[in-house]
C-alpha cells in the first residue's frame, strides 16, 4: 500500500475511533430514559459519575456510623464494568470480623426469583406447565375445587393464606424447625382468602408450594436442583441453600435493633422459610445473576420477560409483580427488583435494564433501611439529585393531616405543623417528612405518602403497595 493511502486509512480510523468515545460518553450528570419495551442504543446510557464510587463509601459509611447497621455489601455493574465491590462495618460484632465482598448473607424473598427460575426451566423441559392446576401436578395440597394454577402461585394471585406469622404453630416451627411437609400442614386446610386470578396478595405459602412442585417434577430435593441446575448457568460461586448446619465461609452474623443499639437477632430454622427465602449470598453474585438471568444464561429470553411482566387479575388490574420479581419505574428509569427480609437481615437486588445497571445491598441488620441505601445509590449512579425537600404548602397540609389504620391495625398520624408535616406510628418517635412535588416522604426510610383525602397511599419509590383508610 502507498503511503499517501496508508496516512488516509489511519486518519479514517482514527477519526472513528475518535466519534466512537465521543458518542458513548455523555456527560455523567445527564439523565436519559426511553420507553418501555424499546431497546436503548448504547449512546443513551448513563454513565456513573467520576466521584461515583466516593459517593457510595459516603452513604454506606453513614449507615454503619449511626449505629443501626451492624454491616453492608454492596456491589454495582454498570455496562458490565464493576464500579463498586465492597463491605462495611462488621460481619460479626463479636468477633469484630469486617464485612467484606465475598461476606455471605441470608437474602430473604430475594429466594423466590431462584424459586421462579427452577420453575420455568422444568416448564421449558415439558415437565411442568404454566396453566397446569396445582392439585394435578401437587395432590398433597388441596384446591377445594378451586382453580388454581401454577401461574397463580408464580404472580401470586392464588388466595392462599401467608403462613409466615401463623400464631404458635409458626412461632415453634421457626425455634425447633420443620420439614416442608410440615411446613405445609401450617396452611393446607385453611380456607382460601379469595378465588385464584381475582386478586393479587403477596404470600410465601405460594413460593413453598413451587419448592415442592420442584422437587416433584424434578425427581431432586430443592437445594440440590438449585446446586446442580440453576447457580452454575448463572456462575454463582458463593450462592447456596443456607443450611442451618452446614459450615459456611464468611457468613456473617445478624442483628436486630433495640433499645441501646443492636443485639443478635432471633434465631430461625431456615428450613421454614426454605423456597420461599432460604438462600444465601454475595453482593457480587447477586449482580451477577441479575445479568445472567435477563441475558438467557439461566432460562430463555422468553421465559425471563413472562418473569418480569406484570401479572393481571381477572378484573384487569395490573400489579407490579410477575414471576418472583417486581417491574416498575423509579423516577422514570425502568427498574426489575426485589427485597428480602428476614430475622437478622435484610437484602436489595435492583436491575435498571435500560441503563444497564445492577445495585445489590446486603445488610446484616434487620428493617427497611437496605431499600433507603440502595435508592441513595441508585441515585448517585443515575444522576438523579437527593431529595431536599421543598416547604410543604398549606393546601397539602391540610388534606393530609389527620389519622390512618394500618393493615395490622396500627394508627398511623400524620400532623401539619408551620409548614411541615410529621408521621407517627403509635408510639414511635414522630418522622418529618420532606415535599417531593405533590408526594411527601420520610426523611430517615425514604417511604412515600400520598394524601388522596380519604385515603394514604404508602410505596417505596418505584411502587403504591397500601391505601390507608382514615382511621374512625
Given at each position: 500500500?502507498?503511503?499517501?493511502?496508508?496516512?488516509?486509512?489511519?486518519?479514517?480510523?482514527?477519526?472513528?475511533?475518535?466519534?466512537?468515545?465521543?458518542?458513548?460518553?455523555?456527560?455523567?450528570?445527564?439523565?436519559?430514559?426511553?420507553?418501555?419495551?424499546?431497546?436503548?442504543?448504547?449512546?443513551?446510557?448513563?454513565?456513573?459519575?467520576?466521584?461515583?464510587?466516593?459517593?457510595?463509601?459516603?452513604?454506606?459509611?453513614?449507615?454503619?456510623?449511626?449505629?443501626?447497621?451492624?454491616?453492608?455489601?454492596?456491589?454495582?455493574?454498570?455496562?458490565?464494568?464493576?464500579?463498586?465491590?465492597?463491605?462495611?462495618?462488621?460481619?460479626?460484632?463479636?468477633?469484630?470480623?469486617?464485612?467484606?465482598?465475598?461476606?455471605?448473607?441470608?437474602?430473604?424473598?430475594?429466594?423466590?426469583?431462584?424459586?421462579?427460575?427452577?420453575?420455568?426451566?422444568?416448564?421449558?423441559?415439558?415437565?411442568?406447565?404454566?396453566?397446569?392446576?396445582?392439585?394435578?401436578?401437587?395432590?398433597?395440597?388441596?384446591?377445594?375445587?378451586?382453580?388454581?394454577?401454577?401461574?397463580?402461585?408464580?404472580?401470586?394471585?392464588?388466595?392462599?393464606?401467608?403462613?409466615?406469622?401463623?400464631?404458635?404453630?409458626?412461632?415453634?416451627?421457626?425455634?425447633?424447625?420443620?420439614?416442608?411437609?410440615?411446613?405445609?400442614?401450617?396452611?393446607?386446610?385453611?380456607?382460601?382468602?379469595?378465588?385464584?386470578?381475582?386478586?393479587?396478595?403477596?404470600?410465601?405459602?405460594?413460593?413453598?408450594?413451587?419448592?415442592?412442585?420442584?422437587?416433584?417434577?424434578?425427581?431432586?430435593?430443592?437445594?440440590?436442583?438449585?446446586?446442580?441446575?440453576?447457580?452454575?448457568?448463572?456462575?454463582?460461586?458463593?450462592?447456596?441453600?443456607?443450611?442451618?448446619?452446614?459450615?459456611?465461609?464468611?457468613?456473617?452474623?445478624?442483628?436486630?435493633?433495640?433499645?441501646?443499639?443492636?443485639?443478635?437477632?432471633?434465631?430461625?430454622?431456615?428450613?421454614?422459610?426454605?423456597?420461599?427465602?432460604?438462600?444465601?449470598?454475595?453482593?457480587?453474585?447477586?449482580?451477577?445473576?441479575?445479568?445472567?438471568?435477563?441475558?438467557?444464561?439461566?432460562?430463555?429470553?422468553?421465559?425471563?420477560?413472562?418473569?418480569?411482566?406484570?401479572?393481571?387479575?381477572?378484573?384487569?388490574?395490573?400489579?407490579?409483580?410477575?414471576?418472583?420479581?417486581?417491574?416498575?419505574?423509579?423516577?422514570?428509569?425502568?427498574?426489575?427488583?426485589?427485597?428480602?427480609?428476614?430475622?437478622?437481615?435484610?437484602?436489595?437486588?435492583?436491575?435498571?435494564?435500560?441503563?444497564?445497571?445492577?445495585?445489590?445491598?446486603?445488610?446484616?441488620?434487620?428493617?427497611?433501611?437496605?431499600?433507603?441505601?440502595?435508592?441513595?445509590?441508585?441515585?448517585?449512579?443515575?444522576?438523579?439529585?437527593?431529595?431536599?425537600g421543598q416547604p410543604v404548602p398549606a393546601e397539602l397540609g391540610r388534606r393530609c393531616e389527620g389519622a390512618y389504620t394500618t393493615p395490622d391495625g396500627a394508627r398511623l398520624s400524620l400532623e401539619w405543623r408551620g409548614g411541615k408535616v410529621f408521621a407517627r406510628r403509635g408510639k414511635e418517635e414522630r418522622v418529618e417528612l420532606l415535599r417531593d412535588g405533590d408526594v411527601l416522604v420520610a426523611s430517615a426510610t425514604l417511604r412515600r405518602y400520598r394524601c388522596n383525602g380519604s385515603t394514604l397511599s404508602i410505596g417505596d419509590g418505584k411502587r403504591w403497595y397500601d391505601d390507608l383508610p382514615r382511621?374512625?
Open positions: 500500500m502507498h503511503k499517501p493511502h496508508l496516512a488516509i486509512c489511519l486518519t479514517r480510523v482514527f477519526a472513528l475511533l475518535l466519534l466512537e468515545c465521543t458518542v458513548r460518553r455523555p456527560s455523567p450528570q445527564t439523565v436519559r430514559s426511553v420507553p418501555e419495551g424499546t431497546t436503548t442504543p448504547a449512546a443513551l446510557l448513563v454513565l456513573a459519575p467520576p466521584d461515583f464510587a466516593a459517593r457510595v463509601d459516603r452513604i454506606a459509611q453513614e449507615a454503619v456510623r449511626s449505629g443501626a447497621t451492624a454491616g453492608l455489601a454492596v456491589a454495582v455493574v454498570e455496562r458490565g464494568r464493576t464500579l463498586v465491590s465492597k463491605g462495611y462495618g462488621y460481619a460479626n460484632l463479636e468477633l469484630r470480623s469486617e464485612v467484606r465482598p465475598e461476606t455471605v448473607f441470608r437474602i430473604g424473598s430475594i429466594s423466590k426469583q431462584f424459586t421462579a427460575t427452577a420453575i420455568l426451566q422444568l416448564v421449558e423441559q415439558g415437565k411442568l406447565r404454566l396453566d397446569e392446576e396445582v392439585a394435578a401436578a401437587l395432590p398433597a395440597f388441596p384446591s377445594r375445587g378451586h382453580h388454581l394454577t401454577i401461574a397463580h402461585l408464580l404472580d401470586q394471585t392464588s388466595g392462599i393464606p401467608e403462613y409466615v406469622g401463623r400464631g404458635e404453630p409458626f412461632s415453634r416451627a421457626i425455634r425447633l424447625g420443620a420439614s416442608p411437609a410440615e411446613v405445609l400442614a401450617l396452611f393446607r386446610d385453611e380456607p382460601f382468602d379469595f378465588e385464584p386470578g381475582t386478586r393479587w396478595a403477596y404470600s410465601s405459602s405460594n413460593y413453598h408450594l413451587l419448592g415442592l412442585l420442584v422437587e416433584r417434577a424434578s425427581g431432586m430435593a430443592y437445594a440440590e436442583y438449585l446446586e446442580k441446575n440453576v447457580f452454575p448457568r448463572a456462575g454463582l460461586k458463593a450462592t447456596r441453600y443456607c443450611d442451618d448446619a452446614a459450615l459456611i465461609p464468611g457468613r456473617a452474623a445478624g442483628y436486630a435493633s433495640g433499645e441501646g443499639g443492636l443485639r443478635n437477632a432471633a434465631a430461625i430454622a431456615m428450613a421454614v422459610p426454605w423456597a420461599a427465602g432460604g438462600l444465601c449470598s454475595t453482593a457480587p453474585d447477586l449482580a451477577r445473576w441479575e445479568a445472567a438471568l435477563e441475558q438467557g444464561q439461566v432460562v430463555s429470553r422468553e421465559s425471563y420477560a413472562r418473569m418480569i411482566k406484570p401479572s393481571r387479575t381477572r378484573d384487569g388490574k395490573t400489579n407490579e409483580y410477575g414471576f418472583g420479581l417486581y417491574t416498575g419505574r423509579f423516577a422514570g428509569h425502568r427498574v426489575v427488583w426485589h427485597g428480602g427480609y428476614i430475622p437478622g437481615f435484610s437484602a436489595e437486588a435492583e436491575r435498571y435494564a435500560d441503563d444497564d445497571l445492577t445495585v445489590v445491598v446486603l445488610r446484616n441488620t434487620e428493617g427497611p433501611l437496605v431499600a433507603t441505601i440502595a435508592e441513595r445509590i441508585a441515585r448517585a449512579a443515575l444522576g438523579i439529585p437527593e431529595l431536599a382511621a374512625p
